[in-house]
């Protein structure tokens, strides 16, 4: 089991005139195996700036401060050294990759993160059950990645990458995004299918409670000016949907 650290991070982006500019402002958070936390925050607090730097975007300096799985620096690591060490981002906006069908970039990741190939009988079948489980039509399979997508389909696809990679420590940015009823029903199973084994956690960056509604965390982290302002539990989300982030950003007395 691994534990997700994040202490007095700090981190920065270059701005379109090459300065860089602070997003992150000490942010502590702690997110452990069988835990599920959910960051909710207005637009422009560094939610997914946060999602970004833990993934290891290369846009986002991480200035001082650290992040650590499982007593591991993950700072040092590539992108690709954290995904084997058990991280996994769910993007806001998935990119289109041509030429590249839906199957093959799902069995060239998989081989990635567990160092050998899996047979292909294995693979296609539990690829196949995952897919269902999402109600995804066989079809899908051999669509290019996310080309033509609509948006209930890429974030499906998001999901369906993390039933077959299997990580430690998921961080799901915006996955509720462009969803619609029935959508958003189908991706937060998904996500409460992962987060039933023990040795998983999930990071869930969110603007809204109504995934919250499908997927019950454990810890509410309110976001603000690029750090945790206020924490509670699931009635905190609540809180945020009826009265929204105004007193939370006088509170902090931070920039947004």
Not at 22 to 27: C, D, S, T
Not at 108 to 137: Q, S, Y
Not at 194 to 203: A, M, N
Not at 237 to 253: C, K
């Amino acid at each position: 089991m691994a534990t997700l650290e994040i202490r007095d991070l700090h981190v920065s982006v270059a701005d379109a005139a090459g300065a860089s500019r602070e997003i992150l402002r000490g942010v502590d958070l702690t997110v452990a195996a069988g835990q599920t936390h959910a960051i909710m925050g207005p637009n422009g607090s560094g939610k997914s700036t946060l999602a970004y730097a833990i993934a290891g975007h290369p846009k986002y300096q991480v200035t001082s401060g650290s992040i650590t799985l499982g007593g591991e620096d993950v700072v040092s690591m590539s992108v690709d050294a954290r995904a084997r060490a058990g991280l996994f981002l769910a993007m806001q906006y998935p990119v289109e990759v041509p030429g590249v069908s839906v199957s093959n970039f799902l069995r060239t990741a998989v081989t990635a993160v567990r160092g050998e190939a899996p047979k292909l009988r294995t693979f296609l079948k539990d690829m196949n059950a995952a897919m269902d489980a999402l109600a995804i039509d066989s079809a899908f399979a051999q669509r290019n990645l996310n080309e033509g997508f609509s948006g209930g389909e890429k974030k499906r696809h998001e999901i369906l990458q993390l039933e077959m990679l299997e990580p430690k420590i998921a961080v799901l940015d915006e996955t509720d995004s462009g969803l619609d009823v029935d959508a958003l029903r189908i991706v937060s199973e998904g996500i409460n299918r992962f987060r039933s084994r023990p040795d998983s956690g999930v990071l869930l960056i969110t603007h809204y409670q109504r995934i919250l509604r499908y997927v019950r965390p454990d810890f509410v982290h309110v976001f603000v000016g690029g750090r945790v302002v206020a924490e509670g539990g699931p009635e905190l989300a609540e809180t945020l949907e009826s009265e929204g982030y105004e007193r939370f950003i006088a509170a902090a007395g931070v920039p947004v």
